[in-house]
């Protein structure tokens, strides 16, 4: 069976118009998947929930809302230097590229490298992947502004979409991980993940990933843990959505929101702390769930990095380091790279 046909097996095929379609994997498997992993990760000592599973409807608007919050630097802060970069990251790049996307989300800062594809001739061509529908509007929206852009969007995971673009054809790709979600990754996973993206890229492909630097306990705290309690809303929807979509009695008011950063470890761990002893059950994941008073779920990891670190993940994982952009703080990286 040719990779193609397997691949129209494996996704359904959405043809809005001549300018956007999008590939979806069947929604039983969606379901699946979602029920399963939450069976197994909430039936251990120490329980955690993924966070590719904040983001339903709800939990995309509230990140949207997170992005434009004072103490969330990033947004801003990776903007800046997108803005930094236009007059460089031409001169890495020609009309023969596509631009394609991990974690796509409201793609905002997408907007400014479109900006200097939009400038070179020819289709500009995007590939937005998130696991999130939220991708269905954000492409809209973009249609509206790039009158030369054609969507292929792929509503899956990183790894779905990566293998999607794998077997696609032969176009050349430049690839974007912004908002420093690799940082989410346990770092033996991450080092997988980017041999992955490593192994899915072309010869002349280039990958261009932002990440969050080292700095401050207090900024970085403030920024997962803010004063209108946005973050909290955030974590603490990812139960309300298992409650629908799995069948669960979550008492929301049983929990809280718990951000800290870890030192030694570089990271900033999100938990949701349970403030009874209480059971809960979660029919579709046939899961009794029993939580002891001030016991932790935890729900994400956000690594934070210092320069020689990230060189040293990056040429590890088999890239080339092209170039590497801070902004004016040195809060935040841009990294670009070849496969070596
Ligand atoms: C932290 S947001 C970043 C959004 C945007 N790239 C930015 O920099 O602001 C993460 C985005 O990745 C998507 N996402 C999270 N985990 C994912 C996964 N495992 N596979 C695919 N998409 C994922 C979410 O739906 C969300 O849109």
Known sequence: MSNTLQKNLDYKKFVIDSKLQYFKPHATKIEKTFSEEISSSLNRDLKFISPKFFYDKKGSDLFEKICSLPEYYPTRTEISILKKIQDELPSYIDKNFRLVELGSG???????????????EGTLEYFPIDISEILTESSEQLLQNYSRLHITGIIDTYEGGL???KTYDDKKNLILFLGSSFGNFFPNDGYEFLKKINFTM????LFLIGLDLVKD???LELAYD???GVTAEFNLNVLSRINDELDADFNLKNFTHHAIYNEEDQRIEMYLKSLVNQSVVISKSNLLLNLKKNELIHTEHSHKYRLPQINEILTSAGFEIKHTWLDDNKHFSLTLVSKN
Request: no cysteine; hydrophobic share 40%.
């Open 202 to 205: 072309k010869p002349d492909d």
């Open 106 to 120: 409201t793609s905002v800062k997408t907007r400014l490298i479109l900006d200097i594809f939009a400038k070179l």
């Open 217 to 219: 306990r207090q900024i």
């Open 226 to 228: 803010d004063s209108q």
């Open 163 to 165: 293998e999607f673009l």
